[in-house]
C-alpha cells in the first residue's frame, strides 16, 4: 500500500498530535501553520514546546507555513483549527486544493457568527468535494503519548470514512465509522455547554450527585438538538455523544 501523504492544517496542540499520530501509522505528514516563525522553531525544535511539549516530531512531520506547499499533492487535507478560524482556513484552502483532494476536519463547535455546523460552512467553501469529520473523547496530550483512545469518522462517503479511519486507526488508537455528520458534530460542539455547567457546579460545591444529574439531562437535551438537525438518536449514545460529554464533565482537563 502507498504511503498516504496528509496535510494537517493547524499547529496547535490537536494538530500536533494528529500530525504526530499519522506520521508513527506510516502517512508522510505536512503540519502547517500560519505563522511561519511558530513554523521554523518546529523545524528547528522538531517538537511543539508551546502547545505540545515533550513529543517529539516523528521524521515523518513536516511543518510548513506556505499553505499551497502544505497541500500540493497530498491525498487527504484534516483540517485542525479553531471552529471561529475554519471559514477563513478553508477559503484560502479553495484557491489551492487540487482537484480531487477530500477535505475532513478535527475542529469542534459551531461557526460563531452564523450557526452553521461546520459541514454546512465546508459545503459553501468547498462544494463538490468528499467532505468527513473526526470527533470522539480525546486529549492532545494523551493520543501524543500513545494512551488508549476511540473516535469517531464521520463521512455522507463511506469510502471516504473508511479511508481516514485507516490512516488513524492504530494498536492504541481506535477510529469507528459513521455516516451521520450532523450527529458526530453536534455531539461534538454541544458537549462543551456541558462541561462548563459542570465546572461551575463543582465549584459551587453540588457534588457528585449534581454532576451526575447534569451530564444525563445534559445528553437528552443535547440528543432533542441533534434530532432537530437532522442526527440519529443512536450516534447520541456512543463516542462523539455520551463519550466525548462524560470525559470533559468528569475531567480536570476539561
Known amino acids: 500500500m502507498p504511503r498516504p501523504r496528509i496535510a494537517v492544517l493547524g499547529a496547535g496542540s490537536w494538530g500536533t498530535a494528529l500530525a504526530v499520530l499519522l506520521a508513527r501509522h506510516g502517512a508522510a505528514v505536512r503540519l502547517w501553520g500560519h505563522l511561519a516563525a511558530d513554523v521554523e522553531r518546529l523545524r528547528a525544535d522538531r517538537e511543539n514546546r508551546q502547545f ?115 490512516y488513524l486507526h492504530g494498536e492504541t488508537f481506535r477510529a469507528y465509522t459513521s455516516e451521520d455528520v450532523v450527529g458526530v458534530q453536534v455531539g461534538g460542539a454541544a458537549k462543551n455547554v456541558m462541561a462548563i455547567a459542570a465546572g461551575i457546579a463543582d465549584g459551587l460545591g453540588f457534588g457528585a450527585n449534581a454532576r451526575a444529574a447534569l451530564i444525563t439531562r445534559g445528553l437528552a437535551e443535547i440528543t432533542r438538538l441533534g ?9 447520541f449514545m456512543g463516542l462523539a455523544g455520551l463519550g466525548d460529554l462524560t470525559l470533559t464533565c468528569t475531567d480536570d482537563q476539561s
Open 227 to 235: 434530532l432537530v438537525l437532522g442526527g440519529r438518536p443512536e450516534t
Open 52 to 166: 505540545l511539549p515533550g513529543v517529539p516530531l516523528p521524521a515523518g512531520v513536516a511543518p510548513v507555513s506556505d499553505l499551497q506547499a502544505a497541500v500540493g499533492g497530498v491525498d487527504e487535507i484534516l483540517i485542525v483549527v479553531p471552529s471561529h478560524a475554519f471559514r477563513a482556513v478553508a477559503e484560502a484552502l479553495a484557491g489551492v486544493l487540487p482537484a480531487g483532494v477530500p477535505v475532513s476536519w478535527a475542529t469542534k463547535g459551531f461557526e460563531p457568527d452564523t450557526g452553521l455546523l461546520l459541514h454546512e460552512v465546508a459545503a459553501q467553501v468547498l462544494p463538490g468535494r468528499p467532505l468527513a469529520v473526526l470527533s470522539g473523547p480525546s486529549f492532545a496530550g494523551e493520543v501524543a503519548h500513545g494512551l488508549p483512545t476511540a473516535i469517531t469518522v464521520a463521512s455522507a462517503d463511506p469510502a471516504h470514512a473508511e479511508r481516514l479511519a485507516g
